[in-house]
């Protein structure tokens, strides 16, 4: 070991009450940073995760289409197979497919309970099908046996508006056609604890939306066949995963054939028409992109991937993820993360300024002896490493112990499974998420600023001449 080193660890005993100190609040600091951040990471893949059950990494959509659409009844994509086809052909690595969307009402047999976003996914071709696959909890997914199409369209009456006023289409095929089979349908498990009466087997009538920019609805009935848990409670509330064949059928998204019968100046009524279903045909497209090399910054890869989307298809709407993350949470994300940084900052100016202090109160009582190191042939930098070493040791100790803290504190909460009560009476998991990145912070982050702190007044004791030094130490007796 060299005498810069001894030396230093011999400062380090000699003052170890206030460097004890030191090291404590810098390294409690860094917990609270490793705690947040775990959480904050955790939370963002939970909402990430939920949110791209909806959009996967972008979705494409009919120019007109607002953000707060893609969660409701959206316009028609009319080109959304061409739309699929070109994406595959001009972005290899990207995968997408089409879906097709509604927002309803549901409820049981008289009682009319809530309202819901429907999602029409294909169980084949879907490309975001296995993230949905494993969030089912209960029961089960599609499979080839389910009645996904009836062979008919529901009845429609589509009575013309006064005026200016738009059309207003009614479809039903509930109570004329109870024979039916109902459409299958898989929902989030919190709509089973926000009403205990629906569960896998019920029977629904779901009241939906079929067109985007006027006034057209259907009643059909829909069979919960599986459940599913996101880690958003609200989310699983709200969004519900049907056959994407069978919204074609409800929203006649096919060649529908049979008469129309017309009573001029009232409207028009079909129904029980045979419907050939067009699988072309739908509001959205979702698009997959290729996995980036790391995970680091997310909201950087979504940018990159919508404007490689957009740059493609540039007039028509792209909306990322990120978009409908910022649109239902708004920044507070943003604004979490920046007071954390910022919470953190001011910490550790302060264990920084707090270190200088020492130092150079140290070096004020020791000026006597650098002076007789300096007599005795010492050179500069031997005097500049003794306090910096110092710095270095207090700062790598409080890193690790920082580490070996939050991680403590994390496998007890873990372990114990704490959840907190989250909206209408459900349970949000706290869980943490720890990268290689948050680690690597919270073990430099200190070493960084103790060695700073600390380089300051080594610097100005290595400068010292022997003289100097001798005469102030003998001043300061």
Not at 111 to 131: F, M, Y
Not at 223 to 246: C, Q, R
């Amino acid at each position: 070991m060299g005498v810069s080193r001894r030396l230093a660890l011999g400062e380090l005993k000699d003052h170890k009450k206030i460097y004890a100190i030191i090291i404590v609040v810098i390294a409690l600091t860094m917990t609270s940073f490793m705690l947040e951040n775990a959480y904050l990471n955790y939370m963002m893949q939970v909402v990430d995760d939920t949110t791209k059950l909806v959009t996967s990494d972008v979705v494409i959509t009919d120019p007109g289409t607002k953000l707060r659409d893609v969660y409701g009844t959206e316009s028609e994509l009319r080109n959304a197979g061409e739309i699929v086809k070109k994406l595959k052909k001009d972005l290899p690595g990207y995968d997408a497919s089409i879906r097709v969307t509604a927002q309803g009402t549901y409820g049981t047999k008289g009682e009319a309970l809530d309202a819901c976003t429907i999602q029409g996914i294909d169980p084949k071709k879907d490309c975001d099908v296995s993230r949905i696959k494993d969030k089912i909890v209960e029961g089960r997914f599609f499979n080839d046996n389910d009645p996904v199409l009836r062979g008919h369209t529901p009845l429609y009456i589509e009575i013309k508006g006064p005026g200016d006023l738009p059309n207003f289409v009614y479809g039903t095929g509930e109570r004329l056609l109870e024979g039916d089979e109902p459409y299958p349908i898989i929902i989030g498990k919190t709509v089973t604890k926000n009403h205990p009466g629906v569960g896998i087997g019920k029977v629904l009538s779901l009241t939906i939306s079929v067109a985007g920019k006027e006034a057209s609805y259907a009643t059909i009935n829909v069979k919960v066949i599986g459940l599913y848990e996101s880690g958003t409670p609200t989310l699983d509330a709200l969004v519900w995963f049907m056959h994407a064949n069978s919204l074609r059928e409800v929203k006649r998204y096919g060649e529908v054939s049979g008469r129309d019968y017309s009573i001029p100046g009232i409207g028009t009524f079909r129904g029980y028409n045979p419907i050939t279903i067009d699988q072309n045909r739908g509001d959205v497209v979702v698009v997959k992109a290729p996995e980036p090399l790391h995970k680091l910054d997310p909201i950087g890869h979504s940018k990159e991937v919508k404007n490689d989307v957009n740059g493609l298809f540039p007039t028509l709407k792209v909306y990322s993820w990120h978009d409908f993350l910022v649109y239902i949470a708004g920044s507070m994300q943003d604004v979490v993360t920046i007071m954390l940084w910022g919470s953190i900052g001011v910490t550790l100016f302060l264990c920084g300024a707090a270190i200088k202090y020492v130092m150079d109160s140290i070096i004020m009582r020791k000026t006597r002896e650098i002076g007789s190191l300096k007599a005795f042939g010492a050179r500069d930098r031997v005097i500049f490493k003794i306090f910096l070493y110092q710095g270095l040791v207090i700062g790598l100790i409080a890193g690790l112990l920082g580490i070996f803290i939050s991680l403590a504190v994390m496998s007890i909460v873990n372990w114990y499974g704490v959840s907190v009560e989250f909206v209408a009476g459900t349970q949000l998991k706290v869980g943490f998420i720890i990268n290689w990145l948050t680690l690597l912070i919270a073990l430099s982050l200190p070493v960084l600023l103790s060695v700073l702190a600390a380089a300051i007044p080594a610097k100005k004791a290595s400068m010292l001449s022997p003289v100097e030094a001798l005469r102030k130490g003998e001043l300061s007796l």
